[in-house]
């Protein structure tokens, strides 16, 4: 069974950075996707990228300071510039065996789920 782990989740100031990182076990699938959530909000689609498609996709309210990559084919990278208080939530990486998976990215989308790392940015 494919498992997900994130990492560089912590604390920041705001115009700082923060670098995410998900390791996989194994096969990823289609897509890796990344994630936010506040308490009493939907989770957020924030970037995807697909090594099947060579293609990704960035949330417009990150766009320009997010980026995603692929490091290899079981871990991806969410760098995160010019971080602000708005960007606080709890920040999920997921693995999608659905062709659809890069655009939009929606949760629905997405099959396996890590446990989420926390990002703070205080003003």
């Known amino acids: 069974q494919l498992r997900l782990v994130e990492s560089g989740g912590g604390s920041v100031q705001a115009g700082g950075s923060l670098k995410l990182t998900c390791a996989a076990s194994?096969?990823?699938?289609?897509?890796m996707g990344w994630f936010r959530q506040v308490p009493g909000k939907p989770r957020e689609g924030v970037a995807s990228?697909?090594?099947?498609?060579?293609?990704q996709s960035i949330a417009d309210s990150v766009k320009g300071r997010f980026t995603i990559s692929l490091d290899n084919d079981r871990t991806s990278s969410l760098q995160m510039n010019n971080l602000t208080p708005d960007d606080t939530a709890t920040y999920f990486c997921?693995?999608?065996?659905?062709?659809?998976?890069?655009?939009?990215?929606?949760?629905?989308?997405?099959?396996?789920w890590g446990q989420g790392t926390q990002v703070t940015v205080s003003s």
């Open positions: 997921a693995a999608s065996a659905y062709r659809d998976c890069v655009q939009p990215i929606r949760s629905e989308k997405y099959n396996v």
């Open positions: 194994g096969y990823i699938g289609y897509c």
């Open positions: 990228i697909s090594p099947h498609f060579g293609s």
